[in-house]
């Protein structure tokens, strides 16, 4: 049973940045997709960032250039660096995890095609115009 943990989130002013974190603990290993999916009122539930264990990513149209998503090893966690952001990106950011193989099961992952294992507890981001 995997447990993550998310942090980060925050208000913010459009065109700030912030950075959240997810660190994933009791997974034994092996391949796997993990990533942020956001909910913003009003719309369906995105699937924003992800990545595989070999490092292969996913990035949403709305946020390629702007967000970047990176791993570290060592501490089994997931960040996801956002910049400029503006209030379109304000949403409930929730962090998940699945057994992924093969490497293409990303984008499956990513778009809900396959069924997410674990979720975080959700972190706020809130920006303001």
């Known amino acids: 049973q995997a447990q993550l943990t998310e942090s980060g989130g925050g208000s913010v002013q459009a065109g700030e940045s912030l950075r959240l974190s997810c660190t994933a603990s009791?997974?034994?290993?092996?391949?796997?997709?993990m990533g942020w999916f956001r909910r913003i009122s009003g719309k369906d539930e995105e699937g924003v960032a992800g990545i595989y264990t070999t490092g292969s990513t996913y990035y949403a149209d709305s946020v390629k250039g702007r967000f970047t998503i990176s791993r570290d090893k060592a501490t089994n966690s997931v960040y996801l660096q956002m910049n400029n952001l503006t209030s379109e990106d304000t949403a409930m950011y929730y962090c998940a995890l699945s057994q992924c193989f093969p490497a293409g099961d990303l984008v499956k992952f990513m778009t809900r095609q396959k069924r997410v294992n674990y979720w975080g507890e959700g972190t706020q981001v809130t920006v303001s115009s």
């Open positions: 009791g997974y034994t290993g092996g391949m796997v997709c």
